[in-house]
């Protein structure tokens, strides 16, 4: 990743008096906090794969912003190196014959990248939507634009630097920061970045609890879209005693379930229903980025251990409509039908051994005392990768979910939405 730009968002009215006056801007944490209230600043980085976009996601959530998407390719030989340093013996037989662990993770990434080669000559079989979500996120590269208040960026830097920054030049000066090699800002940029953008990791109890509590209704979800959903509970504000009233469905029995409903209905406050979603990564990363906190929680996100417990799961092929064995069918019609079923078999088939390799790859990747970048190692899987969330929707909002420019989040919404509705008015009854 590189700082490439940074910029003012707000006023600076505050600061340039300030500074007129010869105030101590690095050491005056009364007079920083007032300014820190009207200014901070847009920082763009460039080099940002897509899992590290997803990342990012999850802290910014709308605040984050894709400037720039390029092109999938395999990086460079050296970024590779930096990554994936080291060699290992992968043949029993001759442990002298020792193969890089960067063409190890090239290999996979090949895989992926022919596969969808071939899947953009056959999107009669495949939507587009779906063929770019196979590629490796880590060959995927995009330049992000993350906010950073003023208080942030003043207590970062050196008392020199904060001369060097903050004086009459200002905010010419902030230039100098992104053409510095290294300097206090972007070493806290870079130090947040590589926190922000490490994989969840939760201790073995807690994810267990998630799997149990939070997640397992999703298995009991059969069909054959990009997205699952189930509803977990819903609740309501109650005005006069400041407290909640909640229907959750882990557990519950159901004259509780009843009760709550009549309680719920009985307040006029708008109705929240929250939900456990699975999303492929990438469309997970557009929900983040589509929505504010206050406008859809998104709490209890995958660890990195659940996403690839969800596995490679892809059925969301243009199948026929028609029966291949159905006699009344043209015959030339139903051997059209057979050949497009054979395809998406071989499909399947291809999909599943690409995916196999990178599994196998992933242990070798990182079970050694090499230094390998862990972040990296789980960027070599593709964005079809499926990842958990408990997310709450505000019903007086629902126009809100449902005009999403996505079409697959926006029917998503519309499913979830008919769903609590269904619910609540057959409890209601």
């Given at each position: 990743?590189?700082?490439?730009?940074?910029?003012?968002?707000?006023?600076?009215?505050?600061?340039?008096?300030?500074?007129?006056?010869?105030?101590?801007?690095?050491?005056?944490?009364?007079?920083?906090?007032?300014?820190?209230?009207?200014?901070?600043?847009?920082?763009?980085?460039?080099?940002?794969?897509?899992?590290?976009?997803?990342?990012?996601?999850?802290?910014?959530?709308?605040?984050?912003?894709?400037?720039?998407?390029?092109?999938?390719?395999?990086?460079?030989?050296?970024?590779?190196?930096?990554?994936?340093?080291?060699?290992?013996?992968?043949?029993?037989?001759?442990?002298?014959?020792?193969?890089?662990?960067?063409?190890?993770?090239?290999?996979?990434?090949?895989?992926?990248?022919?596969?969808?080669?071939?899947?953009?000559?056959?999107?009669?079989?495949?939507?587009?939507?779906?063929?770019?979500?196979?590629?490796?996120?880590?060959?995927?590269?995009?330049?992000?634009?993350?906010?950073?208040?003023?208080?942030?960026?003043?207590?970062?830097?050196?008392?020199?630097?904060?001369?060097?920054?903050?004086?009459?030049?200002?905010?010419?000066?902030?230039?100098?920061?992104?053409?510095?090699?290294?300097?206090?800002?972007?070493?806290?940029?870079?130090?947040?970045?590589?926190?922000?953008?490490?994989?969840?990791?939760?201790?073995?109890?807690?994810?267990?609890?998630?799997?149990?509590?939070?997640?397992?209704?999703?298995?009991?979800?059969?069909?054959?879209?990009?997205?699952?959903?189930?509803?977990?509970?819903?609740?309501?504000?109650?005005?006069?005693?400041?407290?909640?009233?909640?229907?959750?469905?882990?557990?519950?029995?159901?004259?509780?379930?009843?009760?709550?409903?009549?309680?719920?209905?009985?307040?006029?406050?708008?109705?929240?229903?929250?939900?456990?979603?699975?999303?492929?990564?990438?469309?997970?990363?557009?929900?983040?980025?589509?929505?504010?906190?206050?406008?859809?929680?998104?709490?209890?996100?995958?660890?990195?251990?659940?996403?690839?417990?969800?596995?490679?799961?892809?059925?969301?092929?243009?199948?026929?409509?028609?029966?291949?064995?159905?006699?009344?069918?043209?015959?030339?019609?139903?051997?059209?039908?057979?050949?497009?079923?054979?395809?998406?078999?071989?499909?399947?088939?291809?999909?599943?051994?690409?995916?196999?390799?990178?599994?196998?790859?992933?242990?070798?990747?990182?079970?050694?005392?090499?230094?390998?970048?862990?972040?990296?190692?789980?960027?070599?899987?593709?964005?079809?990768?499926?990842?958990?969330?408990?997310?709450?929707?505000?019903?007086?909002?629902?126009?809100?979910?449902?005009?999403?420019?996505?079409?697959?989040?926006?029917?998503?919404f519309k499913e979830m939405l008919e769903f609590a509705k269904k619910v609540v008015d057959t409890n209601n009854s």
């Amino acid at each position: 990743m590189n700082i490439t730009e940074i910029k003012e968002s707000g006023s600076n009215n505050i600061l340039l008096w300030a500074l007129r006056n010869e105030a101590d801007i690095k050491h005056d944490l009364e007079l920083q906090s007032i300014i820190n209230d009207e200014l901070f600043y847009l920082v763009t980085i460039s080099d940002v794969n897509l899992f590290e976009t997803f990342r990012l996601s999850q802290m910014y959530r709308d605040k984050l912003r894709v400037l720039k998407t390029y092109p999938c390719e395999i990086p460079s030989t050296n970024e590779m190196l930096d990554s994936f340093n080291g060699s290992l013996s992968l043949d029993e037989d001759n442990p002298d014959n020792k193969t890089p662990l960067h063409e190890v993770a090239e290999h996979v990434m090949r895989n992926f990248i022919n596969l969808v080669k071939q899947m953009e000559n056959d999107d009669d079989i495949i939507s587009r939507s779906s063929i770019i979500m196979f590629l490796p996120m880590l060959t995927r590269k995009v330049d992000v634009q993350i906010p950073v208040s003023f208080m942030d960026m003043i207590t970062s830097i050196s008392d020199e630097e904060a001369e060097r920054y903050f004086n009459n030049n200002y905010p010419e000066t902030l230039n100098t920061i992104v053409d510095e090699e290294m300097n206090g800002f972007k070493n806290i940029i870079k130090l947040g970045f590589v926190k922000g953008t490490s994989i969840i990791k939760y201790n073995k109890r807690y994810d267990q609890y998630l799997k149990v509590i939070k997640y397992n209704p999703l298995k009991t979800v059969d069909n054959s879209k990009l997205y699952k959903f189930s509803l977990l509970g819903f609740h309501k504000f109650d005005n006069i005693s400041h407290g909640e009233v909640r229907c959750s469905f882990f557990n519950g029995r159901k004259e509780n379930i009843v009760d709550s409903i009549q309680k719920i209905n009985k307040l006029k406050s708008p109705l929240k229903v929250s939900f456990v979603i699975q999303l492929p990564i990438n469309l997970m990363m557009q929900l983040n980025q589509s929505f504010s906190l206050e406008d859809l929680p998104i709490i209890y996100e995958s660890s990195m251990s659940s996403i690839i417990d969800n596995e490679l799961t892809f059925d969301d092929f243009v199948t026929p409509d028609d029966d291949p064995d159905d006699e009344s069918l043209d015959e030339h019609y139903r051997n059209d039908i057979k050949n497009k079923l054979n395809e998406i078999s071989a499909y399947r088939l291809r999909i599943n051994e690409a995916n196999k390799e990178l599994l196998n790859a992933i242990p070798i990747l990182l079970n050694n005392d090499f230094d390998i970048n862990i972040t990296h190692v789980f960027s070599l899987l593709p964005s079809i990768y499926r990842t958990n969330a408990v997310v709450t929707i505000d019903i007086s909002k629902a126009e809100l979910y449902t005009n999403h420019y996505n079409n697959i989040i926006s029917d998503m919404f519309k499913e979830m939405l008919e769903f609590a509705k269904k619910v609540v008015d057959t409890n209601n009854s």
